[in-house]
């Protein structure tokens, strides 16, 4: 049967073209100089897409042989393989322009982002999608901090996993509310129905597609499933310092669009407000006996054993933030927070200590002033207060 106005052929049973014969997912491949890995990928990834109906769509970003490589390899493929090479133009908006380029001109109701570079297990990202397809939610995150979930070997370089773990508390810090539930905003491995998520919202400056997608979209529904990073396979990491700046310009442009309701969340509901003012309230009490310790010290350090002010100024800050952290612990957080206490315990003293640099110069500048040192050190404790706080409750203790 031919259907005579534009002459396709249809099923058998009549049923109308298009719709059905469409792929159900896209899998949206950003690639820049991958050549080593894209058959080791498809090998992999292709035939175990057949039963979930999707197709595969490069962006591709190269100047080495990724893209002859990317258009032999389809040939070979069960599932359609698609590919967008773009202009150099088009390339300046790096990964986060690629992925959102790759969405737009994906045919179905489903996207699946993953790398190209097999650090996203294939068969990891075909699980993915397979939930996806199955389950009533918008987003999916593939995550390595939740389950079985792990950073394994993917991470190993030097100082890699310590600038995830913070830029995952940084974000979550920052976004407290909307992330309270997701525990890796910053995998680039997840799908996401095109239908309910609003694709024209997106700023394709930062590179953090799925961090703008969750805070865009804050009615989205979310499911986590996880998976173990791997290391590359061949080839080298497209991450720089260049990038990092990127993202916390990034971080700075949410927030900050945040806090003027552009992103369409919510604001926080009163009872919240109640409830981290009174932790405040008790933060500042417990603050205040610690200052009470940390004069005693000084105390005893600068006038029984006669070390210098501020030499005793360091020390006593070790003993008030030992004492504050144990009362802060115990009566205004109660366990809250990630990691172990002891964990919790010694940034809080990292904290302190950073502050500490910042006081000590002014405890000086007072006492030239003519300020006792008592007086001195107490005042530059209360001055940041507010600070100590906001990094204890939006950080170290951020539920
Ligand atoms: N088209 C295009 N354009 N692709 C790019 C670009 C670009 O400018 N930059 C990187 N890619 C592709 C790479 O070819 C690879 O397939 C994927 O994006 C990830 O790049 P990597 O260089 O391997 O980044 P990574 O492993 O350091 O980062 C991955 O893990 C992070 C979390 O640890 C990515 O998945 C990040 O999105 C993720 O946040
Ligand atoms: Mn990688």
Redesign the pocket.
């Known amino acids: 049967e031919v259907d005579t106005n534009t002459g396709t052929a249809l099923e058998k049973d009549g049923e109308a073209a298009g719709e059905e014969r469409l792929p159900a997912l896209t899998v949206v ?6 050549q080593e ?1 894209i058959t080791a990928l498809l090998e992999r990834l292709a035939p175990a897409l057949v039963p979930l109906r999707a197709e595969i769509l490069f ?4 100047d080495d042989d990724t893209t002859a490589v990317i258009e032999c390899a389809a040939v070979l493929s069960p599932v359609p393989v698609r590919w967008i090479h ?1 202009s150099l133009a088009e ?1 300046s ?3 986060g ?3 959102l380029a790759g969405a737009s001109a994906a045919c179905s109701e489903w996207v699946l982002v ?4 097999l ?2 297990p294939p068969e990891a990202a075909v699980r993915l999608a397979a939930t996806a397809l199955r389950h009533d939610v918008d987003i999916v995150i593939g995550t ?1 901090y939740a389950g079985t979930g792990s ?1 394994g070997e ?2 190993a370089a030097p100082g ?1 996993s310590l600038v ?1 773990s913070w830029s995952n508390r940084l974000v979550k810090a920052a976004f407290p509310r909307r992330l309270a539930t997701v525990t890796d905003p ?4 997840f799908a996401f129905r095109r239908s309910t998520v609003d694709l024209r919202r997106m700023q394709p400056r930062g ?4 961090l703008e997608l969750l805070l865009r979209n804050p009615s989205a529904r979310v499911a986590e499933l996880a998976y173990v ?1 791997e290391p ?1 396979h061949a ?5 720089s310092l260049r990038q990092g700046a990127t993202f916390l310009r990034q971080v700075v442009r949410l927030r900050r669009q945040r806090l003027v309701g552009q992103l369409r969340s919510g604001t926080p509901t009163g009872r919240e407000r109640l409830r981290q003012a009174w932790r405040m309230l008790a933060f500042g009490l417990v603050g205040t006996t610690g200052i009470l310790v940390n004069t005693g010290a000084l105390w005893g350090l600068a006038h029984l054993l006669g070390l210098h002010n501020l030499v005793a100024a360091a020390f006593a800050t070790q003993a008030s933030t030992l004492w504050n952290w144990a009362l802060v612990e115990v009566l205004v957080y109660r366990g809250r927070g990630s990691g172990s206490a002891a964990g919790r315990g010694v940034r809080f003293l990292l904290m302190n200590n950073a502050l500490m640099l910042l006081r000590l110069p002014f405890i000086a500048l007072l006492m030239r002033a003519d300020l006792g040192v008592y007086s001195a050190n107490a005042l530059t404790l209360v001055a940041l207060f507010a600070l100590r706080f906001l990094l204890s409750d939006r950080v170290i203790y951020a539920a």
């Open positions: 491949i950003p690639a820049r100089n991958e890995n962006v591709d970003d190269s773009r390339r908006g790096g990964l322009s690629a992925v993953m790398d190209a570079d650090q996203h390595r950073t993917g991470l890699r995830s910053m995998s680039g491995l590179f953090k597609v799925l990073f590359r080839g080298q990491t497209k991450a």
